[in-house]
T-cell receptor, first 116, second 111 residues
């Protein structure tokens, strides 16, 4: 199957700093990437859809100025959590959807963000 | 808006038991349904993918069924093992580019 590589797997940062999470498609070109967030004991919730070469589409209630998404190439999508707060502590995971040469969705390994 | 519900939220069984996890969704116009496993603090592992035209898929001790008309899917695990302990997530794709997840079922298999 296709490989989606997400880094870092874990990150601890101080309040007010920014954290960048990278999601790379290693053996295919991803025109679209989904970003999800999961709080403890809750379901994965879609945050935004990144599209190569254009602006990301954000779900309702997700602050676009806080969660900056960049999809500058067909193999890299990034999520930057700006001015992080403890309530941003969560599990973030990216996914390449079906289509674009894929028959099913493939997920990155996820990033556990802890803001202290 | 598509809503996905998983029952039960948590399940604890002794090793060797057969068990069924349930998933229901409100909009039957789905492209596919996928079952995932998630270990604590880890990413998702895809278990089974059922296309909308299919009724079931099998992989080893796992069998997933899909009844689109009633908006239901079940994941059957045969002869459960302690290594099966994890959270199992059901996700549906209303169209060919998005997924909606259930909250998951936390399974514990006791030795």
């Amino acid at each position: 199957g296709a490989v989606v590589s997400q880094h870092p797997s874990r990150v601890i940062c101080k309040s007010g700093t920014s954290v960048k999470i990278e999601c790379r498609s290693l053996d295919f070109q991803a025109t679209t990437m989904f970003w999800y967030r999961q709080f403890p004991k809750q379901s994965l919730m879609l945050m935004a859809t990144s599209n190569e070469g254009s602006k990301a589409t954000y779900e309702q209630g997700v602050e676009k100025d806080k969660f900056l998404i960049n999809h500058a190439s067909l193999t890299l999508s990034t999520l930057t959590v700006t001015s992080a707060h403890p309530e941003d502590s969560s599990f973030y995971i990216c996914s390449a959807p079906p289509g674009q040469g894929l028959t099913e969705a493939f997920f990155g390994q996820g990033t556990r963000l802890t803001v202290v | 808006k598509q809503e996905v519900t998983q029952i039960p939220a948590a399940l604890s069984v002794p090793e060797g038991e057969n068990l069924v996890l349930n998933c229901s969704f409100t909009d039957s116009a789905i492209y596919n349904l996928q079952w995932f496993r998630q270990d604590p603090g880890k990413g998702l592992t895809s278990l089974l993918l059922i296309q909308s035209s299919q009724r079931e898929q099998t992989s080893g001790r796992l069998n997933a069924s899909l009844d689109k008309s009633s908006g239901r899917s079940t994941l059957y695990i045969a002869a459960s093992q302690p290594g099966d302990s994890a959270t199992y997530l059901c996700a549906v794709s209303p169209r060919n580019n998005d997924m909606r997840f259930g909250a998951g079922t936390r399974l514990t298999v006791k030795p």
